[in-house]
């Protein structure tokens, strides 16, 4: 084996980590900026910038005649796996806390399996499987009591419909996670990535008009929408695009167990959210899994005759 093949796991395995701290970070920051924007118009902002800082660096590296060639399915594929569930959470986060918008964005992982599994049947296999149960356990033992601290906060229907909000983006990014498998495959992820804002920002711009504020938002709103245009969207989708490509979207996706984790640091850092022991203990079952699913921990098996 090559010194390069041997340090391809550890690559991916990094880019998973960093991935995640930005992810996390991503919450925080829209619920900053849809507070003063509204869901639509900080959504839209969030690709725009994006967009805007991804164009330049695809063009220095030559890669604009690839997106050319494969334009539609990267544009489609931005709605799915940017456009729809940016705005869903955008709207989520006006009613619940970072944490709690980025513990069910730990569901996507199981959207992502039985969507790959329908499209590729592309079945888990045991260790995985046995990682995933374990990661969605470590999220609904989190979420179950987020969730109930919420409802006797007096949050009601608005709570359930941010829930059913960031269900349906986590269903979204499934479903953007196998088609990029699936027609954009050996494409450059830096191309990817652009071509996915690009497609987000003309999904939303529209939207983005009709409902602009009356009142320009802050400059603590702005600032936020642009960290998170940057960081958290134009840097975090080459990791994520890049990820698919050298890992698989299974093992991409999930990268969405370890940003509750994050996110929970820096909601109580930035935000005043609290973290409990019970945080903590959800936080290490996750982990666990994210271990398992990803393959970083094997279930050993005992060689034959040993």
């Not at 996390?24 to 639509?40: D, H, N, P, Q, Y």
């Not at 060639?69 to 955008?90: D, E, T, Y």
């Not at 399996?113 to 079945?123: E, G, M, N």
Request: proline share 4%.
């Amino acid at each position: 084996m090559s010194a390069a093949a041997a340090r391809a796991p550890r690559s991916w395995l990094v880019d998973l980590v960093l991935l995640g701290a930005l992810w996390g970070a991503s919450f925080l920051f829209m619920r900053i900026g849809a507070a003063e924007f509204g869901a639509l118009p900080a959504a839209a902002v969030r690709v725009a910038v994006a967009m805007v800082f991804l164009i330049p660096l695809m063009m220095a590296r030559g890669h604009g005649a690839t997106l050319v060639r494969h334009w539609k399915p990267a544009l489609l594929i931005g709605v799915f796996n940017s456009g729809i569930p940016f705005a869903l959470f955008c709207f989520a986060l006006l009613t619940i806390n970072s944490g709690l918008a980025a513990v069910l964005n730990a569901t996507v992982p199981m959207f992502g399996a039985l969507v790959a599994w329908a499209w590729f049947k592309d079945r888990p296999d045991g260790a995985r499987l046995i990682g995933l149960v374990i990661g969605f356990a470590g999220v609904a033992m989190l979420a179950s009591r987020s969730a109930g601290l919420h409802a006797e906060a007096g949050g009601g229907n608005a709570a359930l419909w941010a829930v059913l909000a960031c269900l349906g983006a986590c269903v979204s990014y499934g479903i953007s996670a196998s088609a990029a498998r699936r027609y954009l495959g050996g494409i450059p992820a830096l191309a990817t990535a652009t071509g996915s804002q690009i497609g987000a920002t003309l999904f939303l711009a529209l939207p983005a008009i009709w409902f602009w504020p009356a009142q320009m938002p802050g400059l603590r709103a702005w600032l936020a929408l642009i960290a998170l245009g940057v960081a958290s969207t134009g840097i975090a989708y080459i990791l994520f695009f890049r990820l698919i490509e050298n890992a698989g979207p299974a093992r991409a996706l999930t990268v969405t167990f370890l940003v509750p984790v994050f996110a929970v640091f820096y909601g109580a850092v930035f935000l005043g959210e609290s973290i409990t022991q019970w945080m903590l203990l959800c936080a290490v079952v996750i982990v666990c899994g994210v271990a398992l699913s990803t393959g970083l921990v094997k279930l050993g098996r005992r060689a034959a005759g040993a």
